[in-house]
């Protein structure tokens, strides 16, 4: 079984009115207001990517390449034939061939909401916006070094474009991240898309997210090995090891938060989740030796991304991340910046000011905290 580019189409036109519906609901609900986005399907790419853009006269736009789409779908439809990875998505013991083909369709459907709704949360919560206007200030400033139109943001491993400092591009794609994560958990994990031969329940839902974030990143190689060392802190993204355990992090956090009836008690600690990823991985990487005969994909690669020195980086960015909130709060539909948001930033603040003056957050924080 193959998709051709009518079948591609027609699943993303219906995946970007879903993904599109469900922000509007909330928003109309919010301000009485509804947010018109044009998508497109993109054809000149041959990897995962995707983008979103606002033009002169203020129309955003959404691009995914179909490529996207190919790669992500002729993994599962693969993969799914086998009984041992058929169990770990259904849960079930028996291997059904009918059901498995749902499960294509379902876990790909996923997938292209993951993307879609990580560049819809570049649009909702102000992103492009806020860099269209320090880019005509940059503009006015002098030479721009890039020709940007359309004040694209790409999802290739790049660097940071330079109008922005590379840390508030990166906060900037963690908070498109945070978006799509908790968009994922009020879809997949909402009472009314369980359908109990699919998705079990709440967990298995929250479960399956896991699955389909860790493919596709491990297929856009977060398991790669790098030809040369990789300058990290001037790359637009964080590693996507990295960018994988936050995302998992947020999914917990918002499965509880949505889920009255979920307490955090219920929900296993957020290594056990990493752990599942790293398994997905695994299988993501099998499929990518076999069939794209590439040899340099595993999970012992580019671990150090997990590392002390870059956990402490990540603190950093995690500062300008709230930093970033407040600055949107003017060009977000959504609220980005409510009491609860201040509050953490004001924690994170004080860790990055003990962890600068000490070299270390954790226990001076306790000491800090118990006065
Ligand atoms: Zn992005």
Do not use: C
């Given at each position: 079984m193959e998709w051709n580019l009518e079948d591609i189409e027609n699943a993303c036109n219906k995946a970007f009115k879903g993904c599109l519906n469900y922000l509007n609901n909330d928003l109309k609900n919010f301000k009485s207001k509804e947010l018109s986005v044009a998508f497109n399907l993109g054809l000149n790419k041959e990897t995962i990517n995707a983008s979103a853009s606002v033009d002169e006269n203020g129309k955003y736009h959404v691009v995914l390449e179909n490529a996207a789409v190919k790669i992500v779908f002729d993994f599962y439809n693969r993969i799914l034939v086998n009984e041992d990875f058929y169990k770990i998505v259904s849960g079930e013991d028996k291997y059904d061939r009918e059901k498995a083909?749902?499960?294509?369709?379902?876990?790909?459907?996923?997938?292209?909401?993951?993307?879609?709704?990580?560049?819809?949360?570049?649009?909702?919560?102000?992103?492009?916006?806020?860099?269209?206007?320090?880019?005509?200030?940059?503009?006015?400033?002098?030479?721009?070094?890039?020709?940007?139109?359309?004040?694209?943001?790409?999802?290739?491993?790049?660097?940071?474009?330079?109008?922005?400092?590379?840390?508030?591009?990166?906060?900037?794609?963690?908070?498109?991240?945070?978006?799509?994560?908790?968009?994922?958990?009020?879809?997949?994990?909402?009472?009314?898309?369980?359908?109990?031969?699919?998705?079990?329940?709440?967990?298995?839902?929250?479960?399956?997210?896991?699955?389909?974030?860790?493919?596709?990143?491990?297929?856009?190689?977060?398991?790669?090995?790098?030809?040369?060392?990789?300058d990290f802190k001037n790359m637009e993204h964080l590693p996507k090891r990295a960018r994988v355990k936050k995302y998992i992090g947020v999914l917990l956090a918002a499965c509880t938060k949505m889920n009255e009836e979920i307490k955090e008690t219920d929900i296993l600690p957020i290594e056990e989740y990493v752990k599942y990823s790293f398994a997905i991985e695994n299988w993501a990487n099998q499929y990518v030796k076999q069939y794209w005969k590439r040899e340099n994909y595993s999970t012992d690669n580019n671990l150090e991304e997990l590392d002390e020195e870059h956990e402490n980086y990540y603190l950093e960015v995690e500062l300008f991340y709230y930093t970033l909130l407040e600055k949107l709060e003017k060009y977000t539909y959504f609220e980005v910046y409510d009491e609860e948001t201040k509050k953490v930033a004001e924690e994170i603040a004080i860790r990055s000011f003990l962890f600068k003056r000490y070299g270390t957050t954790e226990f001076e924080y306790i000491k800090f905290k118990k006065k």
């Open positions: 083909s749902k499960y294509v369709d379902l876990l790909t459907e996923m997938t292209i909401k993951n993307i879609l709704f990580h560049e819809l949360g570049h649009i909702f919560n102000g992103h492009v916006d806020y860099i269209k206007d320090i880019f005509n200030k940059y503009k006015q400033n002098g030479e721009p070094r890039y020709d940007v139109t359309n004040y694209t943001l790409y999802e290739i491993n790049s660097h940071a474009r330079p109008y922005l400092q590379p840390k508030e591009w990166q906060a900037i794609e963690w908070n498109a991240d945070d978006f799509s994560a908790t968009k994922m958990v009020g879809l997949f994990t909402y009472d009314s898309n369980i359908d109990e031969v699919l998705i079990k329940n709440k967990f298995h839902g929250l479960l399956l997210i896991v699955l389909t974030l860790s493919v596709m990143y491990s297929l856009m190689g977060m398991g790669r090995k790098n030809d040369s060392i990789i």
